[in-house]
């Protein structure tokens, strides 16, 4: 990877750093779920829209996937798509490795943190534990949040854009961070995650772009080459 991601990899990992050690400091985790918890439940969660954001689940993000694997097999046919052969490549395995495997598949299924709905604090059995705190694998599905983690890959796009056209990417970006920040407040308001589940969702996807977009996509230099060479040509 070049300077500039390392110091971007830097720059994320200072901040989730930080974040976290606020939140702890402050009790935000908890001060944040108990303003949804009434009477003994989450009814602010079963409410429109929050309950559809909920049942949206993966979807969006399936479709951007999707997407990317059929404009990735189209640039092996068409020339005017060839850029997307890795870009749609870069749509499918950040879906797979960040918010399926990291996210999921290694944190989420293992780490055990308890959800609020689950603990002594709101009603449940559970202790409460702080994000660096593993729990008993299998018995705490709080850490990250998944539905968080699929909707902020809607931003996948700009790192696809940021070299070529900031103005679309900082648009992408933007529409990926407004939808996770509302799916994120759903899961929040059901009780199914902690802010700091929200903040860490965002960022193992968020550097698992970096890492993959370092891996496939064009290098500023690159892209300037392949413009004065009249290769990049993209949709």
């Known amino acids: 990877m070049q300077a500039n991601t390392w110091r971007e990899v830097l720059l994320v990992l200072v901040f989730l750093t930080v974040a976290t050690a606020i939140i702890a400091a402050t009790g935000a985790d908890l001060a944040v779920s108990s303003h949804f918890y009434q009477s003994g439940g989450w009814p602010v969660g079963e409410r429109f829209p929050w309950k559809l954001l909920y049942r949206l689940d993966r979807y969006p993000a399936l479709a951007i ?4 694997l059929c404009a990735a ?12 052969r890795r870009q749609g490549i870069f749509l499918v395995l950040l ?26 604090q709101f009603g449940g059995s559970k202790q409460f534990l702080h994000p660096w705190q593993p729990g008993i694998d299998g018995q705490g599905r709080s850490f990250p949040c998944g539905h968080g983690s699929a909707a902020f890959y809607l931003a996948a796009p700009f790192f696809i854009y940021r070299r070529t056209k900031p103005a679309l990417a900082g648009r992408w970006l933007a529409g990926g961070l407004v939808f996770g920040l509302l799916m994120s407040y759903a899961r929040i308001a059901q009780g199914g995650h902690f802010l700091s589940d929200i903040i860490w969702a965002w960022g193992m996807v968020y550097l698992t772009a970096l890492a993959l977009s370092a891996l496939l996509l064009p290098r500023r230099a690159d892209v300037v080459y392949l413009r004065n060479h009249g290769e990049l040509q993209e949709i």
Do not use: T
């Not at 097999?73 to 850029?83: E, L």
């Not at 996210?103 to 780490?111: I, L, M, Q, Y």
């Open 65 to 68: 996937a999707l997407f990317g």
């Open 73 to 84: 097999c189209y640039g092996n046919s068409k020339s005017s798509w060839r850029p997307w």
């Open 95 to 120: 879906l797979a490795l960040g918010p399926g495997v990291l996210v999921n598949a290694v944190f989420k299924d293992h780490w055990g943190r308890p959800r609020p709905r689950e603990i002594v």
